[in-house]
């Protein structure tokens, strides 16, 4: 611990001085709801310390905008704490893609810890949500003060490279019911205890996450409801048999 080369004698102080002063949680607190496999895990904790309290805190109503598509100031990272976020682009055909749901713990945005280019999606609170907008140059100060932090950015990249080639290969390989079933299985409430779904996405934005159009999405429900394998409540979708979804987004058309 402790390889601040590059950060100013007393940084710490000052930054846990103003994380009290704004009144957000404990940077204890903070840390322990940082996801498992989160870019900021290749920190050690004194620097995740100077780069959260560094941050600065926001909070969202449901539906509004943290960050559009195509924005040229992309120098921050965003630390969900709470709440839900949904990443999100618009193809060049003006199709609706929705990139994936982040929940609490979780860093959106974190490329542009990395470089300055605009924004590649649009970020938007799924409910009443609080973050922390994380500055790109006390991350890229605080990690570039030791080769070790350095390194495991590096392996973590690596893995968000490998994940994605998996999620694209499966979506040029798999029918529409495989695609659908993983998308539910990714939105399991891991806290619920019926199988419900988190942020409760509309038709729409299961068909925008999953890539199929709404239509396909509301018929492969309609049979799976006939069948017990989900059970729709008002609005909610809620998963009665998870573990055929999860091996039929495992399989594929092999199940």
């Known amino acids: 611990m402790g390889h601040f080369a590059r950060v100013a004698p007393g940084a710490a102080e000052r930054y846990r001085a103003r994380w009290r002063e704004n009144a957000i949680d404990t940077l204890t607190a903070a840390i322990e709801k940082l996801a498992d496999d989160s870019l900021l895990r290749a920190l050690d904790e004194e620097q995740l310390q100077v780069v959260l309290a560094s941050s600065t805190r926001k909070d969202l109503k449901s539906g509004d ?18 709440g839900g976020l949904k990443i999100g682009m ?7 893609i929705i990139l994936n749901f982040c929940a609490p713990g979780e860093l959106v945005g974190e490329i542009a810890l990395l470089d300055a280019v605009p924004r590649t999606a649009s970020v938007t609170a ?6 922390l907008l994380i500055p790109s140059r006390t991350f890229t100060d605080t990690v570039s003060a030791s080769p070790r932090s350095m390194l495991g950015v590096m392996r973590a990249l690596a893995r968000r490279v490998r994940q994605l080639n998996l999620v694209i290969e499966s979506d040029r390989t798999f029918s529409m019911a495989p695609r659908l079933a993983r998308a539910l299985v990714r939105l399991i409430d891991p806290d619920a205890k019926d199988g419900r779904l988190r942020f409760n996405p509309s038709q729409s934005d299961l068909g925008a996450f999953a890539g199929l159009a709404r239509e396909n999405v509301s018929r492969l429900i309609s049979e799976w409801e006939e069948r017990g394998i989900v059970r729709r409540e008002g609005r909610a979708l809620l998963v009665r048999d998870e573990e055929y979804l999860e091996l039929l987004a495992e399989l594929g058309d092999d199940l």
């Open 126 to 131: 799924m409910g009443p949500s609080t973050v």
């Open 90 to 96: 618009v193809s060049p055909g003006g199709r609706e």
């Open 65 to 82: 905008v943290l960050i559009n598509q195509g924005d040229e100031e992309g120098d921050f990272a965003v630390f969900l704490l709470s």
